[in-house]
């Protein structure tokens, strides 16, 4: 089992520019989460997909779209890259739903925005 | 508005002091809390607790949940340079029918040798 895995491990766009943060898992879980994390400001969740098929906006959605593409996979867009989306960003899965889980997190990926 | 408050920021300690890591939160529709150490990378995950006054241990590490107070303590015994680490509090909470998870801003712990 790989667990969760996250692409690319750093990235680093001019202001303006688009990317795709790609995620997947292996452990057939329901729930997919993405976060980003920033100095003294602890894991901001961005959109989290409870099932397959269904997305939904967390604290921090301006900026990014997302994609549950099927229960594997939860992909981060930024469509049009920002200096404060410069972060550390999160994917992480848990079985969710009827009872309560433990997440298991990715890697993460740096972005650097310029 | 949810939120998870933990304290202290930062601690520093020397190895074998015992340490206790707080952790308030207001949420609706409280489900579980959970705590996790993150070293250099992602967190790892450490406890899981759902219920009130039931102690979960971990070798050195212990932590309890007081649902009536809203308040949950980590503590750490014998504490070891290898405890140095972001200790981060995440209470689940259920809103029409989904699930999600929020974060306080973690405790950074470092423990000298």
């Known amino acids: 089992n790989a667990g969760v895995t996250q692409t690319p491990k750093f990235q680093v766009l001019k202001t303006g520019q688009s990317m795709t943060l790609q995620c997947a898992q292996d452990m057939n879980h329901n729930s997919m989460y993405w976060y980003r994390q920033d100095p003294g400001m602890g894991l901001r969740l961005i959109y989290y997909s409870a099932s397959e098929g269904t997305t939904d906006k967390g604290e921090v959605p301006n900026g990014y779209n997302v994609s549950r593409l099927n229960k594997r996979e939860f992909s981060l867009r930024l469509e049009s890259a920002a200096p404060s989306q410069t972060s550390v960003y999160f994917c992480?899965?848990?079985?969710?739903?009827?009872?309560?889980?433990?997440?298991?997190f990715g890697p993460g990926t740096r972005l650097t925005v310029t | 508005e949810d939120k998870v408050v933990q304290s202290p920021l930062s601690l520093v300690v020397h190895e074998g002091d015992t340490v206790t890591l707080n952790c308030s939160y207001e949420v609706t529709n409280f489900r579980s809390l959970l705590w996790y150490k993150q070293e250099k990378k992602a967190p790892t995950f450490l406890f899981m607790l759902t219920s009130s006054g039931i102690e979960k241990k971990s070798g050195r590490l212990s932590s309890i949940l007081d649902k009536k107070e809203l308040f949950s303590i980590l503590n750490i015994t014998a504490t070891q340079t290898g405890d140095s680490a972001i200790y981060l509090c995440?209470?689940?909470?259920?809103?029409?029918?989904?699930?999600?998870?929020?974060f306080g801003t973690g405790t950074r712990l470092k423990v000298l040798a």
């Open positions: 995440a209470v689940e909470s259920s809103a029409s029918g989904t699930y999600k998870y929020i």
């Open positions: 992480a899965s848990s079985e969710g739903a009827v009872s309560s889980y433990e997440q298991y």
